[in-house]
């Protein structure tokens, strides 16, 4: 009877394949990946690793010794205290405590003061508090800690924001009025980070995440490269770290270029290089995880991209894994089986400098 | 220019987002005595077929897109007085479409809009958030033969079920078709709700819309 191996499809369902299936969709997750970004493939070698570490018969599995990279987190300082509604597992804590359990018990290497909004824009008003928030956290912590948000370039539109919204815009065939709308939410953006983080940093910060650049499109990174470059201007030994949100920057704009490229369409390799001209010092790519396909096909698809983007980066690359990104299933909640695989093959096969 | 450099020109010029190279290639290819239906189907949505890939591959985006329509549209408006009448107005099939209650995620349904469209569905986006019983009103009102619904999260899943249940306390269920898609759903899911089909993109919905309905 042939062996078959526990998998899961990248909705987080148990599926059992055999090596033979799972090469298959190796293969294929990577000719995917290949397709698309017009990158090189794996060679024979690293597809036999990718086996071995899938088909390991331990429930979790860990880098090599020496191989260890560090580990930061986005929301964490809220993840203790937030209940169900935010993956947080609803203990009572504030967010020092959060930061704080992090860095003395999970063993975070940095770590991020996030609000519960999570956008730049609704921290505008809780300034003071987050000033006040982030002093207390650097005063009682030693590693370094950044603060942290997503740049979410949608709440500028209405009904959220000032801006009239690109999608009723386009729906309507107001094509040039819907770029012009992302334009002007773009300026605004790029200036209440700036305006934000210069108080944090007045704080204590050790620097920014930005969290998710590009989920409202090109106008978003386009939005979060020029802050970063304007914060490198102002602060030439502030940490930045620039995650982003998908692995295909979406042209919701279409035209809108920083340093003569155009945004739109850019994968992974290709984002790489604008965010480090921009003044970033970490790059945190994406590649997400389909639902439809097993880990192994997602696996191969995603160490294919992240492979490319390590060797297209001047600057180091902390790529993204959690639910639905980096080969792991769509799940609230990642299983550790999943999780512990894709890490390891990111840091032993991709070459990536950090989690 | 022979007939296939022509339709080559069409298609170039739809590719290209620009209305004005459209027109110029409508007239042209009208000057050469070519029939408008093949100027529209060998040339025009050809085109609009290639913008679909390039979509799909993310070479080209929504407003791409939506530019290469307009541009199709104003090809497709030259040609409708050299057209049989009511041909020009002829739509495939009525569709509605929308994100189910709870979910305020637009885009990707937008978009799956636009493409249907394009392809010559006649389309009701009821818009994001939607009420579950407001798909039911729009089947009836319009007497679309399909739904498609749009969920980007676990929480909203359900509502896709929901209204399959709804469409058949209302007797509706055997007349219209349901698609369903979004970032969780899968075809798994698809098949556990009893939708009649599943879409993974925009390109995806055309090709399974045509399937089932034409």
Same mark, same amino acid.
């Given at each position: 009877?042939?062996?078959?191996?526990?998998?899961?499809?990248?909705?987080?369902?148990?599926?059992?394949? #055999?090596?033979?299936?799972?090469?298959?969709?190796?293969?294929?997750?990577? %000719?995917?990946?290949?397709?698309?970004?017009?990158?090189?493939?794996?060679?024979?070698?690293?597809?036999?690793?990718?086996?071995?570490?899938?088909?390991?018969?331990?429930?979790?599995?860990?880098?090599?010794?020496?191989?260890?990279?560090?580990?930061?987190?986005? =929301?964490? #300082? =809220?993840?203790?205290?937030?209940?169900?509604?935010?993956?947080?597992?609803?203990?009572?804590?504030?967010?020092?405590?959060?930061?704080?359990?992090?860095?003395?018990?999970?063993?975070?290497?940095?770590?991020?003061?996030?609000?519960?909004?999570?956008?730049?824009?609704?921290?505008?008003?809780?300034? %003071?508090?987050?000033?006040?928030?982030?002093?207390?956290?650097?005063? +009682?912590?030693?590693?370094?800690?950044?603060?942290?948000?997503?740049?979410?370039?949608?709440?500028?539109?209405?009904?959220?924001?000032?801006?009239? +919204?690109?999608?009723?815009?386009?729906?309507?065939?107001?094509?040039?009025?819907?770029?012009?709308?992302?334009?002007?939410?773009?300026?605004?953006?790029?200036?209440?980070?700036?305006?934000?983080?210069?108080?944090?940093?007045?704080?204590?910060?050790?620097?920014?995440?930005?969290?998710?650049? /590009?989920?409202?499109?090109?106008?978003?990174?386009?939005?979060?490269?020029?802050?970063?470059?304007?914060?490198?201007?102002?602060?030439?030994?502030?940490?930045?770290?620039?995650?982003?949100? /998908?692995?295909?920057?979406?042209?919701?704009?279409?035209?809108?270029?920083?340093?003569?490229?155009?945004?739109?369409?850019?994968?992974?390799?290709?984002?790489?290089?604008?965010?480090?001209?921009?003044?970033? +010092?970490?790059?945190?790519?994406?590649?997400?995880?389909?639902?439809?396909?097993?880990?192994?096909?997602?696996?191969?698809?995603?160490?294919?991209?992240?492979?490319?983007?390590?060797?297209?980066?001047?600057?180091?690359?902390?790529?993204?894994?959690?639910?639905?990104?980096?080969?792991?299933?769509?799940?609230?909640?990642?299983?550790?089986?999943?999780?512990?695989?894709?890490?390891? *093959?990111?840091?032993?096969? %991709?070459?990536?400098?950090?989690? | 220019?022979?007939?296939?450099?022509?339709?080559?020109?069409?298609?170039?010029?739809?590719?290209?987002?620009?209305?004005?190279?459209?027109?110029?290639?409508?007239?042209?290819?009208?000057?050469?005595?070519?029939?408008?239906?093949?100027?529209?189907?060998?040339?025009? *949505?050809? /085109?609009?077929?290639?913008?679909?890939?390039?979509?799909?591959?993310?070479?080209?985006?929504?407003?791409?897109?939506?530019?290469?329509?307009?541009?199709?549209?104003?090809?497709?408006?030259?040609?409708?007085?050299?057209?049989?009448?009511?041909?020009?107005?002829?739509?495939?099939?009525?569709?509605? +479409?929308?994100?189910?209650?709870?979910?305020?995620?637009?885009?990707?349904?937008?978009?799956?809009?636009?493409?249907?469209?394009?392809?010559?569905?006649?389309?009701?986006?009821?818009?994001?958030?939607?009420?579950?019983?407001?798909? =039911?009103?729009?089947?009836?009102?319009?007497?679309?033969?399909?739904?498609?619904?749009?969920?980007?999260?676990?929480?909203?899943?359900?509502?896709?079920?929901?209204?399959?249940?709804?469409?058949?306390?209302?007797?509706?269920?055997?007349?219209?078709?349901?698609?369903?898609?979004? *970032?969780?759903?899968?075809?798994?899911?698809?098949?556990?709700?009893?939708?009649?089909?599943?879409?993974?993109? %925009?390109?995806?919905?055309?090709?399974?819309?045509?399937?089932?309905?034409?």
């Amino acid at each position: 009877m042939t062996t078959e191996h526990m998998l899961r499809m990248g909705d987080g369902k148990r599926v059992y394949l #055999t090596k033979e299936q799972i090469l298959t969709d190796l293969r294929d997750g990577m %000719a995917d990946a290949v397709d698309l970004g017009d990158i090189p493939e794996l060679s024979g070698d690293e597809l036999d690793k990718l086996m071995d570490i899938i088909t390991m018969p331990s429930r979790m599995v860990g880098v090599e010794a020496g191989m260890e990279v560090p580990v930061t987190h986005d =929301i964490g #300082t =809220i993840r203790l205290d937030g209940d169900q509604g935010n993956s947080g597992v609803g203990i009572p804590s504030s967010r020092l405590v959060g930061c704080m359990v992090h860095e003395r018990a999970f063993g975070a290497d940095t770590m991020e003061l996030g609000h519960i909004d999570y956008s730049y824009k609704p921290v505008k008003p809780v300034i %003071a508090q987050e000033m006040q928030t982030m002093e207390v956290c650097q005063q +009682n912590m030693v590693i370094p800690l950044l603060y942290g948000a997503m740049p979410n370039m949608g709440l500028y539109y209405t009904p959220d924001g000032p801006f009239e +919204n690109p999608g009723d815009l386009m729906k309507a065939f107001k094509i040039q009025e819907a770029q012009e709308s992302m334009e002007h939410a773009a300026k605004h953006l790029t200036r209440d980070i700036v305006w934000i983080m210069q108080r944090m940093m007045a704080s204590g910060a050790d620097g920014v995440n930005f969290d998710t650049i /590009g989920a409202a499109g090109d106008g978003d990174m386009y939005a979060s490269l020029h802050a970063i470059e304007a914060l490198r201007k102002q602060y030439p030994d502030m940490y930045i770290e620039a995650g982003m949100a /998908g692995e295909l920057m979406l042209g919701l704009h279409g035209e809108m270029a920083y340093d003569g490229t155009v945004l739109a369409g850019l994968w992974p390799h290709q984002q790489a290089p604008l965010v480090a001209k921009a003044g970033a +010092n970490i790059f945190g790519p994406v590649v997400n995880t389909n639902t439809s396909k097993s880990f192994a096909w997602n696996l191969g698809r995603a160490v294919t991209f992240i492979k490319a983007a390590v060797k297209a980066s001047s600057i180091p690359c902390h790529v993204n894994m959690g639910m639905g990104v980096g080969g792991i299933p769509m799940l609230e909640t990642p299983t550790i089986d999943a999780v512990s695989r894709a890490s390891k *093959a990111m840091v032993e096969l %991709a070459g990536v400098d950090g989690i | 220019m022979s007939k296939e450099e022509t339709f080559k020109l069409l298609s170039d010029a739809v590719v290209s987002c620009k209305k004005d190279a459209v027109v110029a290639a409508v007239e042209k290819a009208k000057s050469e005595g070519i029939e408008p239906a093949e100027i529209i189907e060998k040339g025009l *949505a050809s /085109g609009m077929n290639d913008v679909g890939i390039m979509f799909e591959r993310g070479k080209l985006f929504l407003p791409h897109v939506m530019m290469a329509a307009g541009a199709m549209e104003a090809g497709v408006k030259l040609l409708e007085a050299d057209m049989p009448k009511d041909a020009a107005k002829k739509k495939l099939a009525v569709i509605v +479409n929308g994100t189910v209650e709870g979910d305020v995620h637009d885009i990707g349904k937008s978009i799956v809009s636009t493409m249907l469209q394009s392809s010559g569905f006649e389309v009701h986006d009821l818009g994001r958030d939607v009420p579950l019983q407001d798909f =039911i009103d729009k089947v009836k009102e319009t007497g679309a033969s399909m739904v498609g619904m749009s969920a980007l999260m676990t929480t909203t899943l359900p509502g896709q079920r929901e209204v399959i249940e709804m469409l058949k306390e209302q007797g509706l269920r055997d007349k219209v078709k349901v698609m369903v898609g979004g *970032a969780p759903a899968t075809q798994t899911w698809a098949d556990k709700i009893g939708a009649d089909c599943y879409a993974e993109n %925009a390109s995806e919905a055309v090709a399974r819309a045509k399937e089932l309905l034409l």
